[in-house]
C-alpha cells in the first residue's frame, strides 16, 4: 500500500493544514516509509502472541485496604499556615 499526493493533501485537509508542494512531497515520502515498515511488521509470525492492553507487565502496587484509626481534626489542622475553626482557611478564587 502506498500514499499518493492527493492521499496527502486529503489528509491535511482533514487536518485543516495547508500544505505547500514541497511539504506535500515530503510528507508523501515520510508516510509511505512508514506504510512499509509496517508491511514489515505484517511479515512478524504472532500467531502464539497473546493481545496485549499494555506492553509492560501491569501489577497492583497499592496496599492493602485496611482500616486504620484517622486523623483528629486538631492533628490535622496542627501544620495548617491558616486556619478558621475546624476548616483550613484558604485565600478567596471564586469571584462574583
Do not use: C
Not at 499494555?54 to 483528629?72: A, C, G, I, K, Y
Amino acid at each position: 500500500m502506498s500514499v499518493s499526493i492527493k492521499d496527502v493533501e486529503y489528509i491535511a485537509r482533514l487536518a485543516k493544514l495547508r500544505l505547500n508542494d514541497d511539504e506535500l512531497t515530503t510528507m508523501t515520502g515520510q508516510l509511505n516509509k512508514i506504510l512499509e515498515y509496517m508491511d514489515q511488521l505484517n511479515e512478524v509470525n504472532t500467531e502464539d502472541v497473546p493481545p496485549l492492553a499494555h506492553p509492560l507487565q501491569m501489577e497492583n502496587v497499592f496496599r492493602p485496604d485496611v482500616r486504620q484509626p484517622s486523623l483528629t481534626t486538631e492533628e490535622a489542622l496542627a501544620n495548617a499556615p491558616e486556619k478558621k475553626g475546624k476548616y483550613f482557611s484558604v485565600p478567596k478564587v471564586v469571584h462574583k
